[in-house]
Each structure stands twice: as structure tokens, then as C-alpha cells.
């Protein structure tokens, strides 16, 4: 899908008196510096993938990656942190992988077969190989599915697999079988597995080896060498990879720079070959004709989030003040001011996050389109011409979270609705939200293994839905939702939470923003990187090569 703007809801090239513009917001978050911001699109955005009809892919080099944050441990089991799997997931796989547009294919699982709504047997690749000459076997992977259930320290006990999907046992049927028991047929746990955050197989035995949170034995395109916290995690060439030819590269050296000016210093003087950046870095990094920038979306996307409880009564209960906020948020706006033209429209699925979303079609013309007349309308039918105050609670950090919420409360002003921000940091932000202990919070949600991680709260049998909204009532997204999570058949289950979005768009308990695009910056030596939607720099370990 395009990101070109949309028609309708265009930001005004010269703002008019009162409004913010996108440097009013940096120089408000104290963002702007010599060249900090750069007109026009960014230079030098390059796509992943070669060429049809290029040459043979060199092999060999070193690639030295920037992290944005230490991955504190890297343990296979149980950790909270992205971080963590950017550390870890060079050298751990699990049975299913995405590809890079996220859809399911086998990895140490070469098939498996679903023997009825609650047994799945996976049949593992033979010859496979751990780190320390191994084969792996179904025994490997029936000690993992245990270490994923009860995750051992340093991992954090409450992040299970059960958590996630029901496993009730693991059998090992035969040496490449394991055949996985479910408590409820659960569509839930492909996706859970190719998304590998929480799911890889390790060799059994292995904590009983090895200090998991410095150490680790996995199957993947890398061998760990060492991991020193705050500094750097070093690998090198997994010469018995499955995936004959891959990795192209000798050695893959991730180095800890939190700091974004300490990144940009470093790749300008050779120190690192890439890294992560914001928009306005990007694009001034992109003038340099040494480097390239690179850009695409993630599961990360802005939403408007009510509470919706009991004997409160409060405006936006009613369905239709809803639909008007909605209606009075011009998303173009958003993107342009805040993001400066980069971004998509998000539904409660988020843009790319495989074939579940709504298309950006479908989203602009109808659920999500600028609207201040429709708006306008509603909140008279509601009873509220007059408008109302809300506090807005947000996040501190990051700082386009401020902004957004800067630009929505001049959007709102013109249906009478007065917004104060508060913003507050993100460990108290996140306990009142876990709470419900808000009235309207601008957040985002992040990646999920399965569609339903963005539609579960909606049902009642998820406990945060009497938290947050327990005065929602619509049976059809209840079933939709309900049922989608235990069809097995995706050809059955993509219309049904396509369905549950469209209804759920109408509702409007939570009002979906934008999706924030991912900027990456690389020298011209590296090729094939890609910015990976699950956020996970997927194209280090297996496509990326090095030329001049």
C-alpha cells in the first residue's frame, strides 16, 4: 500500500493562526537543531530483496549493528524486552518462521498436521543441528515447549506460553515427532510459534549446561561468542546451518548505543554499519551519498483508548460522541505534523501485519475518513453541541506520543470537546492503564503472535475487558472474536476477524490512529536489509550481505 496522502483530510500547507505545524511540535519537544529537520521526502529510501538476474551473492564480511537498548539477558524463555530477542534471535529458531511479509512457513518444524481440534503433531527437519553439534530431535522440542511453560530465571515467571495458548502436554511420539496437546482448540499457537519471541527450541539439558542469560545453544545462522551487558553481543557463521548457502556473512557484531547521537556519530565514522533512527536523523543521514535509509511499517500503532464502565455516564459512552471524535481526528494531519508524511492509516490490526487488516482503501473512505460536518451532526444528536472536558493521559516518552496528543486536542476543540494532556512516565502510565484508572489514554499496541492479541480484549472471557470497558455490549464481535480463536482454518478465520473489525469500527471503544513507520539507516556496503515488521531486524540473520 502506498503511504502518498490521502485527498480528503490533507494538512494545510500554511497553517492558520492557532495551529501547530510539524516545527512547532519539535522545537515544543525540543527537537530541533541544525538540520534537524529536512524538507522533502527522505533520500536514498531503499527496498529489500535483489534484483531479478543479479549475480551470485558474495559471502563472508562482518556486519557491526547499532541496538537502541541493552537486551539485559539473553535467555530464550520468558523475557519481557524487545531488546532481549534482538540480543538472542541470531542464534535461536522455533518449529514455524514468518517470512518477511509475515506469512507462515516451516523452519525446524519441516510440516505438521492438525489431528483434531486439540492435537497438533509436528514432524521436525532431520540433520538439523544445534551449536554444539547435537541433532536436534523431538525430545529437544518437548524440553523447550516445558521451558516455555514455566520459564526459568532469568526469565520472568509470568510470561508463558500458557499465557498465550493452552497447552495442556507434549508427547514425543517418535525422534523427529512431538505432538502438541491443547486444553482448547487454539488457533493461536502457528502464530505464536513464528513469531519466536517466546518459543525457541534449545537442546535439552541446556540450563543445566550453560548460563542462559550471558550463554546460549541454538539452531539459528549464528553461534554465540560472547554477550557483554551495555556493550556488545559478537556471533559468528553457523557452519552447519540448515539453510544450505545462509548465512552470506562471516560475523554479525551487535553493539549497544542507546544514544541517538551517539549512533549517528558512529555510523558517519565507520564505527557501525547500521542502525535504528527517527525521521528527522534519517533523513539527514540520508544526504550522505556513503549511506542509504531504509523504511516500512511495524506492528506499532497510536490508538485513543476510553474506559466504558458501570454508573459512570460519561459522554462517550454514548456510541455516537464516539463516532464524532473519530470523525473530528484528521489522520493525514497526524501523520504529516507528527511523522512528517510517513505513516498509514491503522484499523485495530495494524497495515502489513499479514492478510488480516483492512485495506487502506477501505479504512480512508469509510471507517477513518475527516469528517468535521459528520462530526459536528453526532454531537448534536448526542446531546453534547455544547461539548465537554476529558483528561488525556500519555506517555512522556516517546515524544511523538505528546505530540499526537497535541494535535488532537486542537482537532477536537472544533467539536467542543477540551482535552488536557497530562503525560506521565511509562511505568506509571502503564499501572493505571493495567488499572483502568483513566478516562481517555493515547497509547499503541505493539506485535502480536496471532490476530487475536489485537482482538481478545473486545470479549468478555478476557479479564481486562471489565476493566477497561465492562458496559460494552455487542454479541456479534463477541462470537466473531470468540470463535476466531479457536478456527483452525484460516481461510475460515480471515473473514471473521475482518468482520469483528469492521463492526468494532463502528463501535469505536478504541479509536485506532496511525501506524509509525520504522526508519533504518545502512551503508551502501550492506545489502538486502529490510526493516522488519516484527521489529526484530529479521534481515541481519539470514539475507543480508556485504559488497565493497
Same mark, same amino acid.
Given at each position: 500500500?502506498?503511504?502518498?496522502?490521502?485527498?480528503?483530510?490533507?494538512?494545510?500547507?500554511?497553517?492558520?493562526?492557532?495551529?501547530?505545524?510539524?516545527?512547532?511540535?519539535?522545537?515544543?519537544?525540543?527537537?530541533?537543531?541544525?538540520?534537524?529537520?529536512?524538507?522533502? *521526502? $527522505? &533520500?536514498? %529510501?531503499? @527496498?529489500?530483496?535483489?534484483? !531479478?538476474?543479479?549475480?551470485?551473492?558474495?559471502?563472508? +564480511?562482518?556486519?557491526?549493528?547499532?541496538?537502541?537498548?541493552?537486551?539485559?539477558?539473553?535467555?530464550?524463555?520468558?523475557?519481557?524486552?524487545?531488546?532481549?530477542?534482538?540480543?538472542?534471535?541470531?542464534?535461536?529458531?522455533?518449529?514455524?518462521?514468518?517470512?518477511?511479509?509475515?506469512?507462515?512457513?516451516? *523452519? $525446524? &518444524?519441516? %510440516?505438521? @498436521?492438525?489431528?483434531?481440534? !486439540?492435537?497438533?503433531?509436528?514432524?521436525?527437519?532431520? +540433520?538439523?543441528?544445534?551449536?554444539?553439534?547435537?541433532?536436534?530431535?523431538?525430545?529437544?522440542?518437548?524440553?523447550?515447549?516445558?521451558?516455555?511453560?514455566?520459564?526459568?530465571?532469568?526469565?520472568?515467571?509470568?510470561?508463558?506460553?500458557?499465557?498465550?495458548?493452552?497447552?495442556?502436554?507434549?508427547?514425543?511420539?517418535?525422534?523427529?515427532?512431538?505432538?502438541?496437546?491443547?486444553?482448547?482448540?487454539?488457533?493461536?499457537?502457528?502464530?505464536?510459534?513464528?513469531?519466536?519471541?517466546?518459543?525457541?527450541?534449545?537442546?535439552?539439558?541446556?540450563?543445566?549446561?550453560?548460563?542462559?542469560?550471558?550463554?546460549?545453544?541454538?539452531?539459528?545462522?549464528?553461534?554465540?561468542?560472547?554477550?557483554?551487558?551495555?556493550?556488545?553481543?559478537?556471533?559468528?557463521?553457523?557452519?552447519?546451518?540448515?539453510?544450505?548457502?545462509?548465512?552470506?556473512?562471516?560475523?554479525?557484531?551487535?553493539?549497544?548505543?542507546?544514544?541517538?547521537?551517539?549512533?549517528?556519530?558512529?555510523?558517519?565514522?565507520?564505527?557501525?554499519?547500521?542502525?535504528?533512527?527517527?525521521?528527522?536523523?534519517?533523513?539527514?543521514?540520508?544526504?550522505?551519498?556513503?549511506?542509504?535509509?531504509?523504511?516500512?511499517?511495524?506492528?506499532?500503532?497510536?490508538?485513543?483508548?476510553?474506559?466504558?464502565?458501570?454508573?459512570?455516564?460519561?459522554?462517550?459512552?454514548?456510541?455516537?460522541?464516539?463516532?464524532?471524535?473519530?470523525?473530528?481526528?484528521?489522520?493525514?494531519?497526524?501523520?504529516?505534523?507528527?511523522?512528517?508524511?510517513?505513516?498509514?492509516?491503522?484499523?485495530?490490526?495494524?497495515?502489513?501485519?499479514?492478510?488480516?487488516?483492512?485495506?487502506?482503501?477501505?479504512?480512508?473512505?469509510?471507517?477513518?475518513?475527516?469528517?468535521?460536518?459528520?462530526?459536528?451532526?453526532?454531537?448534536?444528536?448526542?446531546?453534547?453541541?455544547?461539548?465537554?472536558?476529558?483528561?488525556?493521559?500519555?506517555?512522556?516518552?516517546?515524544?511523538?506520543?505528546?505530540?499526537?496528543?497535541?494535535?488532537?486536542?486542537?482537532?477536537?476543540?472544533?467539536?467542543?470537546?477540551?482535552?488536557?494532556?497530562?503525560?506521565?512516565?511509562?511505568?506509571?502510565?502503564?499501572?493505571?492503564?493495567?488499572?483502568?484508572?483513566?478516562?481517555?489514554?493515547?497509547?499503541?499496541?505493539?506485535?502480536?503472535?496471532?490476530?487475536?492479541?489485537?482482538?481478545?480484549?473486545?470479549?468478555?472471557?478476557?479479564?481486562?475487558?471489565?476493566?477497561?470497558?465492562?458496559?460494552?455490549?455487542?454479541?456479534?464481535?463477541?462470537?466473531?472474536?470468540?470463535?476466531?480463536?479457536?478456527?483452525?482454518?484460516?481461510?475460515?478465520?480471515?473473514?471473521?476477524?475482518?468482520?469483528?473489525?469492521?463492526?468494532?469500527?463502528?463501535?469505536?471503544?478504541?479509536?485506532?490512529?496511525?501506524?509509525?513507520?520504522?526508519?533504518?539507516?545502512?551503508?551502501?556496503?550492506?545489502?538486502?536489509?529490510?526493516?522488519?515488521?516484527?521489529?526484530?531486524?529479521?534481515?541481519?540473520?539470514?539475507?543480508?550481505?556485504?559488497?565493497?
Amino acid at each position: 500500500m502506498s503511504d502518498k496522502p490521502a485527498p480528503e483530510g490533507a494538512a494545510p500547507e500554511s497553517p492558520g493562526k492557532g495551529e501547530l505545524n510539524r516545527r512547532d511540535l519539535l522545537v515544543k519537544a525540543g527537537q530541533v537543531g541544525a538540520g534537524a529537520v529536512a524538507a522533502g *521526502a $527522505l &533520500a536514498g %529510501s531503499a @527496498k529489500a530483496g535483489p534484483s !531479478r538476474g543479479q549475480a551470485p551473492v558474495p559471502t563472508g +564480511g562482518r556486519v557491526t549493528w547499532a541496538l537502541e537498548q541493552d537486551p539485559v539477558h539473553i535467555a530464550p524463555f520468558g523475557a519481557t524486552l524487545t531488546s532481549n530477542h534482538w540480543g538472542k534471535a541470531p542464534m535461536y529458531e522455533s518449529l514455524i518462521e514468518w517470512d518477511s511479509q509475515l506469512n507462515q512457513r516451516p *523452519a $525446524l &518444524a519441516e %510440516s505438521w @498436521k492438525v489431528v483434531d481440534k !486439540r492435537t497438533v503433531d509436528f514432524t521436525l527437519r532431520r +540433520g538439523v543441528r544445534f551449536h554444539n553439534g547435537k541433532e536436534l530431535t523431538a525430545a529437544d522440542a518437548k524440553y523447550s515447549f516445558d521451558l516455555m511453560e514455566n520459564p526459568p530465571v532469568p526469565g520472568s515467571p509470568v510470561v508463558k506460553l500458557s499465557g498465550y495458548v493452552a497447552v495442556e502436554s507434549t508427547e514425543v511420539r517418535s525422534r523427529y515427532v512431538l505432538r502438541v496437546k491443547l486444553k482448547n482448540s487454539d488457533a493461536r499457537l502457528f502464530g505464536h510459534l513464528a513469531w519466536n519471541r517466546y518459543t525457541p527450541i534449545v537442546p535439552e539439558g541446556m540450563y543445566q549446561q550453560v548460563n542462559a542469560g550471558r550463554q546460549g545453544i541454538g539452531t539459528g545462522p549464528f553461534r554465540l561468542l560472547e554477550y557483554q551487558p551495555n556493550s556488545h553481543v559478537e556471533y559468528e557463521r553457523n557452519q552447519r546451518y540448515w539453510k544450505k548457502g545462509r548465512p552470506y556473512l562471516d560475523a554479525l557484531t551487535m553493539k549497544v548505543l542507546p544514544d541517538e547521537q551517539a549512533r549517528i556519530a558512529a555510523l558517519r565514522s565507520n564505527a557501525i554499519d547500521g542502525g535504528t533512527f527517527n525521521a528527522d536523523s534519517a533523513s539527514v543521514l540520508g544526504r550522505d551519498r556513503n549511506l542509504k535509509v531504509l523504511k516500512g511499517g511495524t506492528a506499532a500503532f497510536r490508538e485513543l483508548q476510553f474506559t466504558i464502565k458501570k454508573g459512570e455516564n460519561k459522554p462517550w459512552h454514548d456510541k455516537r460522541v464516539r463516532q464524532a471524535v473519530n470523525f473530528a481526528i484528521n489522520r493525514q494531519e497526524i501523520i504529516n505534523k507528527v511523522y512528517g508524511g510517513n505513516g498509514r492509516y491503522s484499523g485495530h490490526v495494524p497495515p502489513g501485519y499479514g492478510p488480516w487488516p483492512l485495506s487502506q482503501d477501505e479504512l480512508k473512505s469509510k471507517y477513518l475518513k475527516f469528517d468535521l460536518p459528520k462530526a459536528q451532526a453526532l454531537m448534536r444528536a448526542a446531546g453534547q453541541s455544547r461539548g465537554f472536558s476529558v483528561t488525556l493521559t500519555t506517555f512522556s516518552t516517546p515524544l511523538d506520543f505528546a505530540q499526537v496528543a497535541s494535535v488532537m486536542k486542537q482537532q477536537l476543540k472544533r467539536i467542543n470537546i477540551d482535552v488536557n494532556i497530562v503525560a506521565q512516565e511509562p511505568g506509571t502510565f502503564g499501572s493505571a492503564n493495567g488499572r483502568g484508572a483513566f478516562d481517555w489514554d493515547l497509547t499503541a499496541r505493539g506485535m502480536r503472535g496471532d490476530v487475536d492479541g489485537y482482538l481478545a480484549e473486545f470479549n468478555p472471557s478476557a479479564a481486562i475487558f471489565n476493566v477497561w470497558y465492562p458496559e460494552y455490549r455487542n454479541v456479534r464481535v463477541w462470537r466473531l472474536v470468540g470463535n476466531g480463536k479457536i478456527q483452525l482454518d484460516q481461510a475460515k478465520r480471515i473473514p471473521m476477524y475482518k468482520e469483528a473489525q469492521r463492526l468494532l469500527l463502528e463501535d469505536l471503544v478504541q479509536v485506532p490512529l496511525v501506524a509509525v513507520t520504522k526508519f533504518q539507516v545502512v551503508r551502501k556496503r550492506v545489502n538486502n536489509m529490510y526493516v522488519a515488521f516484527s521489529d526484530f531486524n529479521t534481515g541481519l540473520h539470514t539475507s543480508v550481505y556485504v559488497k565493497g
